[in-house]
């Protein structure tokens, strides 16, 4: 809803004057109509950028609710769009065989208005764990999209409130003793990646801009070279990679968004055989270099971010994480390693030797992959029956 005017999400009603949370409330939800909104191009895109899951927000700070809800009418189904823009979501993403995840937050301003408490992040009685009436409602509403959606995979909740998030996790689980409950229930960083692997299981979340929602104006996108930098960086550490995209006010897929995730689905089309089955490697980087492994540790997917690697170039690197075997093979993911476009005579062959320091590999870059063969994101080599430098 906050969308239609590109403030931040839900935040602005906080210290607000009784004038603005009355236009908020009672004024801007009777214009929210996004009417172009389509599940499938957002999952789909989603499933083309390699994603594995999808979280929906179904109901942020604001109270203001994205699915059919019997708790409160301050909702999209009593929107001029009148229709429960979650069901669509979650069908996408079993039809297109991708997880599905819901985001919900105890916190509920719009509850706390309708109550008369005095709407605030810190306060006692403005939190579910202070508030019986708004404890009880915020449990009823994820029993709503715990059961009213099918199975639900995971589940992000939010908000300052952890002990209201245990609790609701407990929901979770009662309903669905399988469901993984991420935010409430393991670490999940946000707008910044760990120096350091984290030994449990977590997730970092990231904005493709600066803000968790849309900003039609003032707004900063990262380039998917950062993006795909970070992801690397974070599976390296054995993280999943949590990244935020929004639609604009009418529920269009805005295209500065989506011509970057093009290019970021461009990259995983390359190299996401590097993401299948694979773990970290206690080494996480060398210099310009990020490892994973297979599982038996047997094969190695090494990231390499050179900038402005000119087309058909060879490059040497030397790595100390691995030692090459006499039966160790070596590609790059994506080229045959055979043929250079138009260049009848290059030698694109990849090469590997064991050295005194490490492991010595050299490889071109020599697959085409944009018409003016320039592409400065990262490459991967892979490197089959390896041994590792303990």
């Not at 669509?88 to 997880?99: D, F, K, P, S």
């Not at 719009?110 to 404890?135: C, H, M, V, W």
């Not at 952890?162 to 689980?173: D, E, G, R, Y």
């Not at 970290?280 to 690697?309: C, G």
Request: a neutral charge.
């Amino acid at each position: 809803m906050d969308v239609q005017l590109g403030m931040v999400i839900s935040h602005s009603m906080v210290g607000a004057s009784e004038d603005y949370l009355d236009r908020y409330v009672n004024e801007l939800p009777k214009t929210f109509n996004p009417v172009n909104f389509d599940a499938k191009q957002w999952v789909n895109a989603a499933k083309l950028a390699g994603m594995k899951y999808v979280v929906f927000t179904t109901k942020h700070h604001n109270g203001y609710c994205m699915y059919d809800t019997k708790t409160t009418n301050f909702g999209i189904m009593n929107s001029p769009y009148g229709k429960d823009i979650t069901k669509m979501i979650v069908n996408a993403c079993r039809e297109a065989g991708l997880a599905v995840g819901l985001y919900f937050s105890p916190d509920d301003f719009y509850f706390l208005y309708k109550q008369g408490t005095l709407i605030s992040r810190d306060r006692k009685e403005a939190l579910a764990s202070g508030n019986p009436d708004l404890n009880t409602y915020a449990k009823k509403q994820m029993k709503e999209l715990m059961t009213q959606y099918g199975k639900i995979d995971i589940v992000f909740l939010d908000g300052r409130d952890q002990f209201a998030q245990t609790a609701l996790a407990k929901v979770c689980w009662e309903i669905n003793p399988e469901v993984v409950v991420t935010r409430g229930a393991i670490e999940t960083p946000e707008q910044n990646t760990p120096e350091e692997p984290i030994p449990s299981p977590w997730e970092a979340c990231y904005t493709f801009g600066n803000q968790w929602q849309y900003r039609p104006t003032n707004e900063t996108y990262k380039t998917p070279k950062n993006a795909i930098l970070e992801l690397i960086d974070i599976k390296a550490k054995g993280g999943n990679f949590l990244l935020n995209f929004g639609p604009d006010a009418l529920g269009n897929f805005p295209p500065e968004q989506r011509g970057a995730l093009n290019e970021i689905s461009l990259w995983m089309f390359i190299n996401k055989e590097a993401f299948h089955q694979t773990i970290p490697h206690h080494t996480v980087k060398e210099n310009n270099m990020w490892f994973l492994t297979s599982k038996d540790q047997r094969t190695a997917y090494i990231f390499i971010n050179k900038n402005q690697w000119k087309f058909g170039a060879r490059h040497k690197f030397t790595i100390k994480a691995f030692k090459s075997t006499d039966q160790s093979e070596i590609s790059v993911l994506g080229h045959n390693g055979i043929v250079k476009e138009y260049d009848k005579n290059a030698n694109p062959v990849p090469t590997i030797k064991q050295i005194n320091d490490g492991m010595e590999i050299s490889v071109t870059r020599s697959q085409r992959i944009y018409n003016d063969r320039k592409w400065n994101n990262p490459f991967v080599v892979k490197i089959t029956e390896i041994a590792i430098n303990e």
